[in-house]
């Protein structure tokens, strides 16, 4: 017999990876649903469809002029941030466009834009039409406005929204792919079967993990090479360490659905778990948008949730291009719950 | 002569409202080489004891040895000897029958190819198919198949044959019948006696977690009193005859009178049935239907606990 027939950990890892390949439910809810969500999402909050520019007009010199002007027109939502917030919101896409009055420059302001992002685009425009418009005394000169860029990409809804979908896929990977599976091998006297023979614990425990881990690479991969393909959106932080991060979530989320199934006996239970898991993060970890747009009194409890970590974690790196180890508490956090959940899991794991 | 199994008042009671006592002290040994039965009736503690054997079930209180080994200090030696099929398990569908068996296979250090053990169970034509689409039949001998690839000395079956077609029950009952022929131990539960009969040299018939009985099908059955029975019944129009009066006819070893019909348990039907032939006449007795066969286990069973081993009543033919 060859080494792959008589390995019980390929057995059982193959055997993984073939059912869920042959599944072809599990294959889309994986891997097709968070793409449709992706695409959806991403192509939906493209064009502000109520035509509302938000502009931020910041400096000084003839701050007032262009002010007045841009009050004309009702389309455009001013804000004057007094400090130097204004990058960040132009980052985060909290407004489209920056006005910087500044005497210095030929036409007395610059603008700044973000150039990935449709509405920033039209934004300027818009601004330009109504700074250099008719009802402009002094005759605009030829050569219009100075326009800055802003460095660095990730201020776009899709930039925001892929590390969420991301920890979302690792999140619901790990539930169902440790605590569906098991629960259901469990129901099938699969397991009883399984220890009735001389196949050893640990074998039976590694090929989950590692069916789960090769499924998380898969995962990540493609939904960052769709993201790069079809949206343009570049990780701002090492690769490495979004995969290092990556892994540490599915952990995380391996050992939560490992404690799902551990004592669970019927569908209906474990189904029932899993949604108490995993609604509440849906809803408030940060998914679809900021986690800290909640209430200030929720946040404590809304931090606390892994996936709230993960998806700070992803995005620290994606965004700002951060370490991952500035997220110390987050990474902390997510091996807190890998491990702790593991080893209870383990503990009260009904095997029979 | 060594034991396959030895187990000695063997006691399980699941707690609950109210708790079960699933087992209340049952003794068994098991012979090497020999195909053993469990036989009872549902709820009798066939599945409780069985899973006790196998390790899968710590009992409340008793001793278990397998293959002269104890669960305890040995488990890994005795699950590497072992073969077991559960009562009900359902393989993972989407895997093919050649997967499946290939990956118990992988968890035995030694044991047959599992083409081999494939093609045992008659399963040759249906390797490349995926479980889902296999008979009820076909996925009990895919269940055999797996739990004969590890080679093993012991093998347990609970219920294999229960729900098949009587092809399907043959087929199995061969696959059973040449695994025992090469030397090795089978314990199985059945509630068919039938099957208990083709396949068992011996048989335990359990009911309420007791062994009520236990022999060879033959001797069990001579233990009711005589073999063969005779089942008559009379014309509506005829007096009733007494039990006492037709104890006392040559060969028959008891009678029992239920309404209109008669049942007498004989050891010899030549001698018995001219004798009742002529009592009848005598007395002026019209007969409506008679009938004479071998006793059954199940026969066994009704005279054990006056109840009946399975509702449908068909069986017993
Ligand atoms: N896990 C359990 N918890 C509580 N009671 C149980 C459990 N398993 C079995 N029982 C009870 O123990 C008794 C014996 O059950 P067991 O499964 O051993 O019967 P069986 O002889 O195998 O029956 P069948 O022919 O229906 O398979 C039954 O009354 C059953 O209800
Ligand atoms: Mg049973």
């Known amino acids: ?177 440790v605590g569906f599976v098991l629960a259901d091998m469990r129901v099938r006297k699969l397991l009883k079967l399984f220890i009735a023979t001389p196949m050893r614990r640990g074998d039976f425990l590694a090929s989950i ?40 979530g599915a952990a995380c989320f391996a050992g939560i659905g490992l404690l799902i199934a551990s004592r669970a006996q019927t569908i209906e239970t474990v189904s029932g778990l899993m949604n108490l898991v995993l609604l509440p993060m849906w809803v408030f970890s940060g998914v679809f948008f900021s986690s800290e747009r909640f209430p200030a009194a929720i946040q404590p409890v809304v931090n606390l949730l892994p996936l709230t970590a993960l998806n700070q974690l992803l995005r620290g790196i994606m965004l700002e291009g951060a370490s991952m180890f500035a997220f110390w508490p987050q990474l902390l956090l997510l091996a807190g719950y890998g491990v702790g959940t593991f080893f209870v899991a383990l503990k009260i794991f009904r095997w029979r | 002569m060594s034991h396959a199994i030895v187990c000695r008042e063997l006691v399980k009671h699941y707690p609950g409202k109210p708790p079960v006592e699933a087992v209340r002290g049952l003794d068994l040994e098991v ?113 055999v198949a797996c739990a004969i690839v590890g080679d093993p000395r012991l093998l347990f079956l609970d219920e294999p044959t229960t729900g098949l077609d009587p092809q399907s029950r043959r087929q199995l009952w061969d696959i059973v019948n040449s695994f025992r022929s090469s030397g090795r131990t089978v314990m199985l539960t059945t ?66 009178a239920n309404g209109g019909t008669y049942r007498l348990a004989v050891d010899k039907p030549h001698v018995a049935l001219p004798a009742l032939l002529a009592c009848l006449q005598d007395e002026g007795r019209e007969l409506s239907h008679l009938t004479t066969r071998h006793g059954t286990l199940e026969d066994v069973f009704l005279s054990l606990t006056g109840r009946r081993l399975t509702e449908d009543a068909d069986v017993v033919a």
Request: glycine fraction near 10%; hydrophobic fraction near 40%; proline fraction near 5%.
């Open chain 1, 1 to 177: 017999m060859s080494w792959r027939e008589s390995s019980p950990l390929w057995q059982l890892v193959m055997s993984r990876i073939r059912l869920f390949l042959r599944e072809p439910s599990a294959v889309f809810w994986v891997y097709g649903f968070p793409l449709l969500m992706l695409v959806a999402l991403g192509t939906a909050f493209r064009d502000d469809p109520q035509e509302r520019i938000m502009v931020d007009v910041v400096g000084s010199g003839n701050r007032e002029t262009v002010l007045e002007r841009l009050r004309r027109e009702s389309r455009f939502q001013i804000a004057t941030p007094a400090d130097d917030g204004w990058r960040k919101r132009l980052q985060y896409g909290k407004t489209d466009l920056v006005v910087e009055a500044d005497a210095a420059t030929p036409v007395g302001y610059r603008l700044w834009e973000e150039p990935r992002r449709a509405e920033s685009r039209l934004a300027r425009y818009a601004v330009e039409a109504a700074l250099n418009g008719p009802a402009t005394s002094t005759p605009g000169p030829a050569s219009g406005p100075e326009v800055r860029r802003l460095e660095g990409a990730g201020s776009r809804y899709i930039d925001f929204l892929l590390p969420g979908m991301i920890g979302m896929g690792l999140m619901g990977g790990g539930v169902w792919g």
């Open chain 2, 191 to 256: 509630h068919a006696m039938d099957e208990a009969e083709r396949l068992c040299d011996r048989v335990a018939i359990v009911d309420h977690g007791r062994v009520i009985a236990l022999g060879t099908p033959s001797q069990l059955i001579g233990q009711i009193g005589g073999e063969h029975l005779i089942d008559f019944s009379l014309m509506e129009t005829s007096q009733p005859l007494s039990e006492d009066q037709l104890q006392r006819l040559p060969s028959v070893r008891s009678a029992h």
């Open chain 2, 31 to 143: 012979r090497e080489g020999e195909c053993f039965g469990l036989l009872g009736p549902n709820g009798a503690g066939k599945t409780t004891t069985l899973e006790i054997l196998e390790g899968l079930l710590d009992p409340t209180s008793g001793d278990v040895r397998i293959l002269d080994r104890e669960w305890r200090t040995h488990e890994q030696e005795i699950r590497e000897a072992i073969g077991i099929s559960l009562q009900e398990t359902r393989f993972s569908d989407k895997l093919t029958v050649a997967e499946t068996v290939r990956m118990f296979r992988s968890f035995y250090r030694a044991g047959m190819a599992p083409a081999e053990a494939v093609d045992v169970v008659s399963l040759e034509e249906k390797a490349d198919a995926y479980v889902v689409q296999l008979s009820g039949g076909q996925r009990q001998r895919l269940a």
């Open chain 1, 209 to 248: 993990l590692i069916s789960r881990v090769t499924f998380t690479v898969l995962d990540v991969v493609f939904l960052i090479a769709v993201g790069a393909w079809v949206f343009d959106v570049r990780c701002q932080g090492s690769y490495l360490e979004l995969g290092l991060a990556s892994l540490m």
